[in-house]
Protein backbone atom coordinates (compact mmCIF):
# COMPACT_ATOMS: atom_id res chain seq x y z
CA UNK A 1 0.00 0.00 0.00
CA UNK A 2 0.83 3.61 -0.61
CA UNK A 3 1.07 6.04 2.25
CA UNK A 4 -0.63 9.20 1.31
CA UNK A 5 1.13 12.08 1.66
CA UNK A 6 0.10 15.82 2.08
CA UNK A 7 2.28 18.39 1.34
CA UNK A 8 2.41 22.18 1.64
CA UNK A 9 3.58 24.59 -0.66
CA UNK A 10 3.85 27.99 0.85
CA UNK A 11 5.43 29.72 -1.88
CA UNK A 12 6.85 33.11 -1.54
CA UNK A 13 4.37 33.78 1.59
CA UNK A 14 5.30 34.15 5.32
CA UNK A 15 6.63 36.63 7.83
CA UNK A 16 8.84 35.19 10.68
CA UNK A 17 5.89 36.12 12.81
CA UNK A 18 3.29 34.41 10.15
CA UNK A 19 5.15 31.20 9.63
CA UNK A 20 5.36 31.04 13.74
CA UNK A 21 1.69 31.32 14.15
CA UNK A 22 1.19 28.64 11.39
CA UNK A 23 3.87 26.55 12.99
CA UNK A 24 2.17 26.90 16.62
CA UNK A 25 -1.44 26.12 14.17
CA UNK A 26 0.23 22.88 12.90
CA UNK A 27 1.73 22.23 16.64
CA UNK A 28 -1.57 21.59 18.08
CA UNK A 29 -2.75 19.58 14.82
CA UNK A 30 -3.48 15.40 15.66
CA UNK A 31 -1.10 13.18 14.43
CA UNK A 32 -3.12 11.37 11.52
CA UNK A 33 -1.69 7.62 11.83
CA UNK A 34 -0.71 6.42 8.24
CA UNK A 35 -0.12 9.57 6.61
CA UNK A 36 2.84 11.54 6.01
CA UNK A 37 3.06 15.39 5.87
CA UNK A 38 5.51 18.03 4.73
CA UNK A 39 5.53 21.37 4.57
CA UNK A 40 7.93 23.66 2.07
CA UNK A 41 8.59 27.39 3.83
CA UNK A 42 10.58 29.58 1.72
CA UNK A 43 14.30 28.68 1.82
CA UNK A 44 14.69 31.69 4.58
CA UNK A 45 12.58 30.16 7.29
CA UNK A 46 13.43 26.23 6.21
CA UNK A 47 15.97 25.90 9.67
CA UNK A 48 13.45 28.59 11.97
CA UNK A 49 10.45 25.58 10.80
CA UNK A 50 12.77 22.89 11.63
CA UNK A 51 13.74 23.55 14.70
CA UNK A 52 9.79 24.57 16.06
CA UNK A 53 8.44 21.34 14.59
CA UNK A 54 11.80 18.62 15.16
CA UNK A 55 10.01 16.72 17.82
CA UNK A 56 6.48 16.36 15.34
CA UNK A 57 6.08 13.87 12.29
CA UNK A 58 6.42 16.19 9.91
CA UNK A 59 8.67 16.62 7.14
CA UNK A 60 10.45 19.98 5.92
CA UNK A 61 11.30 20.48 1.95
CA UNK A 62 12.52 23.53 0.14
CA UNK A 63 10.48 24.88 -3.24
CA UNK A 64 13.69 24.71 -5.28
CA UNK A 65 17.22 23.77 -5.50
CA UNK A 66 20.06 25.02 -7.57
CA UNK A 67 21.10 22.46 -10.31
CA UNK A 68 24.55 22.60 -8.56
CA UNK A 69 24.79 20.09 -6.12
CA UNK A 70 27.43 21.34 -4.00
CA UNK A 71 28.64 24.73 -2.86
CA UNK A 72 30.27 26.82 -5.25
CA UNK A 73 30.34 30.71 -7.12
CA UNK A 74 26.45 30.27 -7.80
CA UNK A 75 24.97 33.90 -6.45
CA UNK A 76 21.63 33.79 -5.12
CA UNK A 77 21.60 30.19 -5.82
CA UNK A 78 21.06 27.06 -2.72
CA UNK A 79 22.43 23.72 -3.36
CA UNK A 80 20.43 20.51 -3.15
CA UNK A 81 23.94 20.08 -0.14
CA UNK A 82 22.95 22.88 1.62
CA UNK A 83 19.16 21.79 1.67
CA UNK A 84 20.31 18.42 2.86
CA UNK A 85 22.93 20.22 5.48
CA UNK A 86 19.95 22.08 6.92
CA UNK A 87 18.00 18.34 7.80
CA UNK A 88 15.56 19.55 4.46
CA UNK A 89 13.98 16.17 3.33
CA UNK A 90 12.61 17.03 -0.01
CA UNK A 91 12.50 19.39 -2.70
CA UNK A 92 9.88 20.70 -5.38
CA UNK A 93 11.26 19.88 -8.74
CA UNK A 94 9.67 21.48 -12.30
CA UNK A 95 6.69 23.51 -10.41
CA UNK A 96 4.61 25.20 -13.12
CA UNK A 97 5.75 28.78 -11.55
CA UNK A 98 9.70 27.66 -12.08
CA UNK A 99 8.72 26.55 -15.58
CA UNK A 100 6.99 29.17 -16.57
CA UNK A 101 7.90 32.32 -14.34
CA UNK A 102 11.63 31.13 -14.58
CA UNK A 103 12.02 29.36 -17.84
CA UNK A 104 12.84 26.35 -15.81
CA UNK A 105 12.92 23.75 -18.97
CA UNK A 106 13.28 19.53 -18.65
CA UNK A 107 16.87 19.79 -18.92
CA UNK A 108 16.99 21.88 -15.76
CA UNK A 109 14.59 20.11 -14.02
CA UNK A 110 16.55 16.87 -14.62
CA UNK A 111 19.25 18.24 -13.57
CA UNK A 112 17.65 19.58 -10.14
CA UNK A 113 16.25 16.43 -9.49
CA UNK A 114 19.93 14.52 -10.11
CA UNK A 115 20.97 17.26 -7.24
CA UNK A 116 18.43 16.32 -4.85
CA UNK A 117 19.29 13.19 -4.83
CA UNK A 118 22.78 12.98 -5.18
CA UNK A 119 22.32 14.65 -1.39
CA UNK A 120 19.22 12.57 -0.35
CA UNK A 121 16.39 14.70 -0.91
CA UNK A 122 13.42 12.94 -1.91
CA UNK A 123 12.49 15.43 -5.47
CA UNK A 124 9.08 15.86 -5.77
CA UNK A 125 8.55 16.39 -9.68
CA UNK A 126 5.61 18.49 -10.86
CA UNK A 127 3.67 18.38 -14.18
CA UNK A 128 1.03 19.80 -15.45
CA UNK A 129 -0.57 20.85 -18.60
CA UNK A 130 -2.41 24.74 -19.80
CA UNK A 131 -5.74 25.23 -19.56
CA UNK A 132 -4.78 25.60 -23.36
CA UNK A 133 -3.20 22.67 -23.74
CA UNK A 134 -6.15 20.66 -22.26
CA UNK A 135 -8.49 22.60 -24.38
CA UNK A 136 -6.91 21.24 -27.50
CA UNK A 137 -6.44 17.84 -26.41
CA UNK A 138 -3.02 17.41 -25.33
CA UNK A 139 -2.96 16.64 -21.91
CA UNK A 140 -2.05 13.70 -21.67
CA UNK A 141 1.00 14.07 -24.50
CA UNK A 142 2.27 17.26 -22.46
CA UNK A 143 2.10 15.20 -19.32
CA UNK A 144 3.96 12.10 -20.91
CA UNK A 145 6.70 14.38 -22.07
CA UNK A 146 6.96 15.91 -18.54
CA UNK A 147 7.82 12.80 -17.51
CA UNK A 148 9.55 11.18 -20.54
CA UNK A 149 11.95 13.51 -20.62
CA UNK A 150 13.52 13.39 -16.86
CA UNK A 151 13.16 9.56 -17.58
CA UNK A 152 15.24 9.46 -20.36
CA UNK A 153 18.24 11.68 -18.66
CA UNK A 154 17.90 9.95 -15.35
CA UNK A 155 16.58 6.30 -16.00
CA UNK A 156 13.74 5.10 -14.63
CA UNK A 157 15.59 3.79 -11.67
CA UNK A 158 15.55 7.67 -10.57
CA UNK A 159 12.04 7.53 -9.54
CA UNK A 160 12.33 5.04 -6.93
CA UNK A 161 13.08 7.62 -4.60
CA UNK A 162 10.83 10.22 -5.46
CA UNK A 163 7.38 11.44 -6.01
CA UNK A 164 5.24 13.30 -8.44
CA UNK A 165 2.63 15.85 -8.30
CA UNK A 166 0.15 16.13 -11.18
CA UNK A 167 -1.20 20.10 -11.19
CA UNK A 168 -2.87 21.23 -13.89
CA UNK A 169 -1.35 24.57 -14.18
CA UNK A 170 -4.72 26.38 -15.00
CA UNK A 171 -6.22 24.44 -10.86
CA UNK A 172 -3.34 26.71 -9.57
CA UNK A 173 -4.63 29.33 -7.18
CA UNK A 174 -8.14 29.64 -9.31
CA UNK A 175 -10.23 27.91 -7.53
CA UNK A 176 -10.92 25.77 -10.03
CA UNK A 177 -10.13 22.04 -9.32
CA UNK A 178 -9.59 19.41 -11.80
CA UNK A 179 -12.63 16.53 -10.75
CA UNK A 180 -12.09 13.69 -9.05
CA UNK A 181 -12.18 11.81 -12.42
CA UNK A 182 -9.98 13.94 -14.71
CA UNK A 183 -7.41 14.23 -12.49
CA UNK A 184 -7.58 10.66 -11.72
CA UNK A 185 -7.58 9.83 -15.91
CA UNK A 186 -4.19 11.47 -15.43
CA UNK A 187 -2.60 9.86 -12.53
CA UNK A 188 -3.44 6.59 -13.91
CA UNK A 189 -1.59 7.37 -17.26
CA UNK A 190 1.19 8.67 -15.42
CA UNK A 191 1.50 4.91 -13.38
CA UNK A 192 1.16 3.38 -16.43
CA UNK A 193 4.05 5.47 -17.87
CA UNK A 194 6.34 4.74 -15.27
CA UNK A 195 4.94 0.70 -15.15
CA UNK A 196 6.13 0.45 -18.71
CA UNK A 197 9.17 0.76 -17.33
CA UNK A 198 9.41 -0.57 -14.06
CA UNK A 199 6.77 -2.50 -12.40
CA UNK A 200 7.41 -2.06 -9.04
CA UNK A 201 8.09 1.60 -9.75
CA UNK A 202 5.05 2.19 -11.11
CA UNK A 203 3.08 0.30 -8.60
CA UNK A 204 4.83 2.19 -5.67
CA UNK A 205 5.40 5.66 -6.48
CA UNK A 206 3.40 8.35 -4.91
CA UNK A 207 1.35 10.55 -7.04
CA UNK A 208 0.18 13.78 -5.70
CA UNK A 209 -2.79 15.64 -6.95
CA UNK A 210 -1.94 19.82 -6.72
CA UNK A 211 -4.54 22.76 -7.79
CA UNK A 212 -6.90 24.36 -5.51
CA UNK A 213 -7.15 21.38 -3.07
CA UNK A 214 -9.30 22.63 0.14
CA UNK A 215 -10.71 20.53 2.73
CA UNK A 216 -14.02 20.95 1.45
CA UNK A 217 -12.76 18.85 -2.45
CA UNK A 218 -9.81 17.06 -0.50
CA UNK A 219 -12.12 13.33 0.36
CA UNK A 220 -13.45 12.94 -3.15
CA UNK A 221 -9.99 13.56 -4.83
CA UNK A 222 -8.15 11.07 -2.17
CA UNK A 223 -11.28 8.40 -3.17
CA UNK A 224 -9.48 7.96 -6.47
CA UNK A 225 -7.49 5.21 -6.21
CA UNK A 226 -4.33 6.59 -8.74
CA UNK A 227 -4.37 9.74 -6.11
CA UNK A 228 -2.06 9.13 -2.88
CA UNK A 229 -1.99 12.44 -1.52
CA UNK A 230 -2.30 16.76 -2.36
CA UNK A 231 0.54 19.30 -2.90
CA UNK A 232 -1.54 21.80 -1.69
CA UNK A 233 -0.78 26.05 -1.72
CA UNK A 234 -3.07 28.10 -0.48
CA UNK A 235 -4.85 25.88 1.83
CA UNK A 236 -1.49 24.86 3.65
CA UNK A 237 -1.36 28.64 4.87
CA UNK A 238 -3.93 28.01 7.27
CA UNK A 239 -3.25 25.05 9.89
CA UNK A 240 -6.69 24.29 10.09
CA UNK A 241 -8.15 23.89 6.65
CA UNK A 242 -4.57 22.09 6.23
CA UNK A 243 -5.32 19.84 9.33
CA UNK A 244 -8.48 19.15 7.62
CA UNK A 245 -7.27 18.16 4.21
CA UNK A 246 -4.30 15.32 6.37
CA UNK A 247 -7.17 13.92 8.02
CA UNK A 248 -9.00 13.18 4.82
CA UNK A 249 -6.15 11.87 3.27
CA UNK A 250 -6.39 10.02 6.62
CA UNK A 251 -9.36 8.27 5.68
CA UNK A 252 -8.01 7.19 2.29
P1 LIG B 1 -3.10 26.18 -4.83
O1 LIG B 1 -3.45 25.07 -3.88
O2 LIG B 1 -3.01 27.52 -4.16
O3 LIG B 1 -3.94 26.16 -6.05
O4 LIG B 1 -1.58 25.89 -5.32
C1 LIG B 1 -1.26 24.63 -5.81
C2 LIG B 1 0.21 24.55 -5.97
O5 LIG B 1 0.77 25.17 -6.85
C3 LIG B 1 0.97 23.73 -5.02
O6 LIG B 1 2.27 23.54 -5.45
Given at each position: ??????????????????????????????????????????????????????????????????????????????????????????????????????????????????????????????????????????????????????????????????????EPVWAIGTGLTATPEQAQAVHAAIRDQLSSEDGQIGSSIRLLYGGSVKAANAAELFEMPDIDGALVG???????????????????
Amino acid sequence: MRRPLVAGNWKMHGTRASVDELVQGLLKLEVVPGVDVAVLPVALHIERVISAIESVQVLVGAQNCSVEAQQGAFTGEISAAQLADSQCRMVLVGHSERRQLFQEDDHVISRKFYAAQSYGLTPVLCVGETLEQREAGKTLEVIADQLGNVIRELGIGAFAQAVIAYEPVWAIGTGLTATPEQAQAVHAAIRDQLSSEDGQIGSSIRLLYGGSVKAANAAELFEMPDIDGALVGGASLNADEFGAIIRAAGRK
